[in-house]
């Protein structure tokens, strides 16, 4: 695509072809077929060239006629001095000599010349020509190779990758529509109650009609009937609700929630559901699975836990320490012991009160809480670290020992404190209703 700029001609070659520049430039930037141009056009004429921009260089395409050069009239001739050469020399003052009280610089500024007393407006406190302070230390000059003292900088701990999240299960209603399409159509309305909410809500739905039926004076159901026709059904209408998670959790095997697939396992040993034929073999494909998922989660989960020790994550090797996807597997013993001494290397007398509370609220709950040691207290205990350290007390009964907390036995544990919802500063926080007076 092109597009148009200014150049100005140049030279002209024997040959035909022109020499250009931009227009103002200091260079020739290329050259061009003369067969483009007009014989009016001269070397210095400025005119306005469609060019193509392209990796090896600018070709132009053509040339409409421009700006000419105008020669201006008024020229400044700059004639040569017969006087001889004489070169400036500048010395500086030496800087114990020089002033800072009433220099140009604080003319500049505005300030008033004062003569240094404390309060005089504008004064500037001199140097001593020693170089020393007013304490009397004398600054010692900087050693070749020595560095320079900078302010204390944090470098967080690189980030891990993260996992994939487990799916969540999505039965669907195949076999429940099944079973409701080949029911008779008095049957089909019993059916939904007892798959909405059980027998109870087969009893509650037949009380509240029949309510309606004795204000209108008209005959009331038979409930009995009802209720033995919708036990009769429960077993069939278990299986296929059944059958119906069973084939999603087939199709996410790999990658469904361990929480999901235990569930459905666990509800396959429902007498109801085992006794049935078609439950048996995708039942045992399930249990299969959930074995050879457990074993896969155990090793990523052990695996991830060393890899947040080996970056220094001690928070998150914390929390995943108290997740673990097999339940009573116990937990290696190498690996808590490294996991308990980079926790307790993070409860230090100078850490922060912040980096306590986070420790401790990982660690209450992880499978290495009894191993975790910490010296001594931290230097300023605040108000946020002595609450948290009096609700886990129970369990880390040596870190509140530090703290002059005893736990009475039978004491109940502690529960994980739930996640907070963030606050939206857009929406304007409403003042708590004030109590009517009697």
Do not use: C, Y
Request: glycine residues 6%; without cysteine; aromatic residues 2%.
């Amino acid at each position: 695509m092109s597009r148009r700029i200014e150049i100005e001609l140049t030279s002209n070659s024997p040959d035909g072809s022109w020499t250009w520049r931009a227009a103002g430039a200091k260079n020739p930037k290329g050259v061009l077929d003369g067969s483009i141009l007009s014989s009016s056009h001269k070397v210095g004429d400025v005119v306005k060239a469609d060019a193509e921009f392209a990796i090896d260089g600018i070709t132009i395409l053509g040339v409409v006629a421009g700006k000419q050069r105008v020669e201006k009239l008024e020229r400044i001739e700059i004639l040569p001095s017969d006087k001889p050469f004489q070169a400036v020399m500048e010395t500086k003052a030496p800087r114990s000599e020089r002033s800072f009280s009433g220099d140009k610089r604080n003319a500049r500024r505005g300030d008033k010349p004062g003569d240094g007393k404390p309060g005089d407006k504008g004064a500037r406190r001199p140097r001593r020509e020693d170089g020393a302070k007013e304490e009397g230390k004398v600054r010692e000059p900087r050693r070749e190779g020595q560095e320079t003292r900078r302010r204390p900088s944090f470098t967080p701990p690189p980030d891990l990758p993260q996992r994939p999240r487990a799916k969540r299960l999505k039965p669907g209603r195949a076999h429940r529509n099944t079973i409701l399409a080949n029911l008779p159509e008095a049957q089909s309305a019993i059916a939904e109650r007892v798959l909405s909410g059980g027998i109870p809500a087969v009893r509650t739905a037949i009380a509240d009609q029949n309510k309606l039926l004795k204000q209108e004076g008209k005959e009331l159901i038979p409930a009995d009937g009802l209720i033995t026709m919708a036990e009769n059904l429960l077993p069939k209408l278990r299986v296929a609700e059944w059958l119906d998670r069973a084939d999603a959790a087939v199709a996410d095997l790999d990658t469904l929630d361990l929480r999901d697939l235990r569930s459905v396992v666990t509800s396959g040993d429902d007498p109801a559901i085992a006794r049935d034929e078609t439950t048996r073999a995708i039942a045992k494909t399930l249990r299969e699975g959930l074995v050879a998922r457990q074993e896969k989660d155990q090793k990523e989960w052990l695996s991830d836990i060393d890899a947040a020790i080996k970056v220094g994550r001690i928070v998150r090797a914390l929390k995943l320490s108290s997740q673990p996807p097999k339940a009573g597997a116990p937990f290696p013993s190498e690996l808590g012991s490294r996991l308990a001494a980079a926790a307790s290397q993070n409860l230090e007398a100078d850490a922060p009160s912040d980096r306590w509370i986070a420790v401790l609220e990982a660690a209450a709950f992880s499978p290495v809480r009894s191993q975790l040691v910490a010296p001594a207290p931290p230097n300023a205990v605040t108000t946020e670290l002595a609450t948290t350290i009096t609700r886990l007390a129970p369990s880390i009964p040596q870190i509140a020992a530090l703290f002059s907390i005893v736990v009475t036995p039978g004491t109940a544990m502690p529960r994980p404190l739930r996640p907070t919802r963030p606050v939206d500063k857009k929406k304007p926080v409403q003042a708590p209703a004030q109590p009517k007076e009697a």
